[in-house]
């Protein structure tokens, strides 16, 4: 079991950029593969960016590719999501999730997941 709470959503204007957070509580932080997902109104829930245990390797959805990077601190047990260069279709919920086995770009794969903050892009 592996509890997630995400931080540092906020409004933002095209252009410009935000970090979120994502901490997590209970079991071993370093065992789980961690992603970002987002979810804009009427749409569904669709994958950004996975980051490997060990930080060794990430993958991004096309659509942020070079423009947002996910990182993270097994030490702090923190995974991050810098958003750079942010357009108004990057609004929606953004969610962190976790999973023990799986290093997907899938929602169903996702074991864990917080409870989501909004990022509002503006033009």
């Known amino acids: 079991q592996v509890q997630l709470v995400e931080s540092g959503g906020g409004l933002v204007q095209a252009g410009g950029s935000l970090r979120l957070s994502c901490a997590a509580s209970?079991?071993?932080?370093?065992?789980?593969?961690m992603a970002w997902f987002r979810q804009a109104p009427g749409k569904e829930r669709e994958f950004v960016a996975a980051i490997r245990r060990s930080g060794s390797s990430t993958y991004y959805a096309d659509s942020v590719k070079g423009r947002f990077t996910i990182s993270r601190d097994n030490a702090k047990n923190t995974v991050n999501l810098q958003m750079n260069s942010l357009k108004p279709e990057d609004t929606a919920v953004y969610y962190c999730?976790?999973?023990?086995?799986?290093?997907?770009?899938?929602?169903?794969?996702?074991?864990?997941w917080g409870q989501g903050t909004q990022v509002t892009g503006s033009s």
């Open positions: 999730a976790a999973d023990p086995v799986n290093f997907a770009t899938v929602v169903a794969k996702y074991d864990y």
């Open positions: 209970g079991r071993t932080f370093s065992s789980f593969a």
